[in-house]
């Protein structure tokens, strides 16, 4: 069985900082391919921000790239999503998923997500 867990969601005017969390735990996995996305009133859902399970190689959203950083934390299914300069069009629901397959990012076809954590952009 494999859960996702997320936290680190709040309010923050524009130009603050977040940071975000999230944990997949499983008893027979070594290595989850990890990622954020997200969906805004009105929008898709999209990709944000990700670490590939074939190579450690992380994947940014264009528009987030510079001002967003994904890690692993001391886990190796333990991963952050350090977000600055935030605006207002990052206010969404943020999902952390993870996945066991064999491919590289970006794609959203993840077999496990979190319950999300609103993240609220203030002007």
């Known amino acids: 069985q494999v859960q996702v867990e997320e936290s680190g969601g709040g309010l923050v005017q524009a130009g603050g900082s977040l940071t975000l969390y999230c944990a997949a735990t499983?008893?027979?996995?070594?290595?989850?391919?990890l990622a954020w996305f997200r969906q805004a009133p009105g929008k898709e859902r999209e990709f944000v921000a990700g670490i590939s399970r074939i190579d450690d190689k992380t994947y940014y959203k264009d528009s987030v790239k510079g001002r967003f950083t994904f890690s692993r934390t001391s886990g190796r299914n333990r991963v952050s999503l350090q977000m600055n300069s935030l605006n207002i069009e990052d206010t969404a629901v943020y999902h952390c998923?993870?996945?066991?397959?064999?491919?590289?990012?970006?794609?959203?076809?993840?077999?496990?997500w979190g319950q999300g954590t609103q993240v609220t952009v203030t002007s």
């Open positions: 998923a993870a996945d066991t397959k064999w491919r590289p990012l970006p794609y959203d076809d993840f077999d496990y």
């Open positions: 499983a008893r027979t996995f070594n290595t989850f391919t």
